[in-house]
């Protein structure tokens, strides 16, 4: 079997080590197999079949996070994100059977809408309730803080359509298979109000999917092709000026949709589509807000939203707007907070340590409220400060924009 990875871009890589204070798990370790030339290094080796994918190179090339800041940090233009995509599987054909099905199985569980709507039936009533943060503060328990974090109460009905009010300037596809409209309905409905005010029609299509993102992470390539494919085929009903999807983990991955389905033709007209909510309405002329929301903002930037799509000014530029919002910087606002899809469940104790990294800046920050506009970095960053009783809120950005407009 040929190795999937690409002999051109691995010689890309020159190891001048430009990359190594923007690699989050580089930062926390010190350590060169944990930074992305060393992680290069192991995958030149795999592919000349020098090293086998035993569990020593398993464990360095499965800590990155694959969030991309080498990327923008590298003078040579490395596409290290398809790197580690296409090396992802090769470590999942080599690890031990009841590692392998357990990671089939979270992944499945992630991105099947009915196990997550029987999933939140029993955890739903829990979510956002103060008893849950009160343990999770006393038991000092993450995953109790992540079920704290949730948000609170029923999920209603998204319409099919958001019509403006108005003159009608463009149509958007909202993207709502993902688990992050299972866990934060309300931002899904900020973000199709707040497209919809600034004149743009908002279609919801019916039977939606998950784009694959999550089984891809985890090294499922044939479950991801399948799960792009279904997508695809859902949304490609009357043609849409843009695709939203509401993770920015998601926009990132299906900005590649031709690479990833190259005989399907209709993937590159659906990448060339997809944009982040925030990115949008950064375009739109949205009315001026009708509320002020008094508070010192600071914004975390995710991963996939400023390293592989560039969007940072604009999320800053959106909340200026808003009446009484003052901005405030958040130092390495730019650095993983730890969730990275599924890296917090599987890689538990370094996604913990990036957390931790991150509510000491949080802290240091004077912010009031944490921006975090994607629904992992929210959930992630959330839970650890309703653990550590930090006096900090921390909301997406969308959440603030629809106060301020009133929705």
Known sequence: MNSPLDDTQLGSCVHCGLCLDACPTYLETGNEAASPRGRIHLMRALADRRLSAYAPVRNHLDSCLGCRACE?????????????????????????APARFTRRTLGRLLSSRTPRELGWAVVGRAAGRGFVDRLARRTGSLALARLAALDPGPRPRLPDVFEPPGEVRGSAILLTGCVSDTAFRATTRYAGRLLALGGIRVTVPNHQGCCGALALHLGDDRAAEHHLAALLSATAGPHADWIVPMAAGCSAHLRHAGRHLPDNASAESFARRVIDPLALLAQLSLPAPRHSVVARVAVHDP????????????????????????????????VCCGSAGTYNLTEGALARRLLARKLSHVAASGATIIAAPNPGCLLQIRSGAIRDDLPVEVVHPLELLGRAHGI
């Open 72 to 96: 923008a940090a590298c003078p040579s233009g490395v596409p290290y994100g398809a790197l580690i995509e296409a090396t992802r599987p090769l470590l999942e054909a080599a690890r031990p």
């Open 303 to 334: 991963c996939h939203l400023v390293h592989a799509q560039g969007v940072a000014a604009e999320v800053r530029r959106l909340l200026s707007t808003i009446p009484g919002v003052t901005l405030v910087p958040l130092s390495e606002s730019e």
